[in-house]
């Protein structure tokens, strides 16, 4: 199958600043998915982006769906502790409806 | 809403036996469940896409006679790992996505632990 990079792989970040992180691929993707998975849990969904361009929040996350279609970002402001954990995006191409993970980047607050 | 469970969370088994786990969408109807399996510190790979009442499309490299899925109704997908193996020990999560969605809303995951 298909994989996504992601980077950075992990960030230390002290409480309260902004985070940043992207997923790139080599193919097009119809939709991005970014998912938070704590360890031994599933992911939980974060943020849905259906077409190039798109910017999307949910709280103190935002998400963008780049315009060439084969990127995506996710910023976290004002971090917290919670935030704690592993980011994944996930990419549906343009055949099937499966959806292909990203590497995963870890992000530890340090409070 | 959009809740998934698995079970067991957790199972142990000797090598070669058959160990099957359950997923199911507790509070929607699942036309499509995927399966994943994650090595610790990895991302998420997925294993094949299951769509309600029609065999599972694998992904290359993964044995379809190891690995049976079974998805005979739209709250209740099963992932069989037949002749276990050592290899084989590692956390396996299914999601699933309701008709005309793309959303995909994941299980707790199952640790498999062969030994």
């Not at chain 1, 998975?37 to 190039?52: C, F, H, N, S, T």
């Not at chain 1, 994944?88 to 992000?107: I, W």
């Not at chain 2, 142990?12 to 036996?17: H, L, N, V």
Request: hydrophobic share 35%; aromatic share 12%.
């Amino acid at each position: 199958g298909q994989q996504l990079n992601q980077s950075p792989q992990s960030m230390f970040i002290q409480e309260g600043e902004d985070v940043s992180m992207n997923c790139t691929s080599s193919s097009i993707f119809n939709t991005w998915l970014w998912y938070k998975q704590d360890p031994g849990e599933g992911p939980v969904l974060l943020i849905a982006l259906y077409k190039a361009g798109e910017l999307t929040s949910n709280g103190r996350l935002t998400a963008q769906f780049g315009i060439t279609r084969k990127d995506s970002f996710l910023n976290i402001s004002a971090s917290i502790p919670s935030d704690v954990g592993i980011y994944f995006c996930a990419g549906q191409p343009n055949t099937g409806n499966q959806f292909y993970f990203g590497t995963g980047t870890s992000l530890t607050v340090i409070p | 809403g959009a809740v998934v469970s698995q079970h067991p969370s957790r199972v142990i088994c000797k090598s070669g036996t058959s160990v099957k786990i359950e997923c199911r969408s507790l509070d929607f109807q699942a036309t499509t469940m995927f399966w994943y399996r994650q090595f610790p510190k990895q991302s998420l790979m997925l294993m094949a896409t299951s769509n309600e009442g029609s065999k599972a499309t694998y992904e290359q490299g993964v044995e379809k006679d190891k690995f049976l899925i079974n998805h005979a109704s739209l709250t209740l997908s099963t992932l069989t790992v037949t002749s276990a193996h050592p290899e084989d020990s590692s956390f396996y999560i299914c999601s699933a996505s309701r008709r005309g969605f793309y959303e995909q809303y994941f299980g707790p995951g199952t640790r498999l632990t062969v030994t």
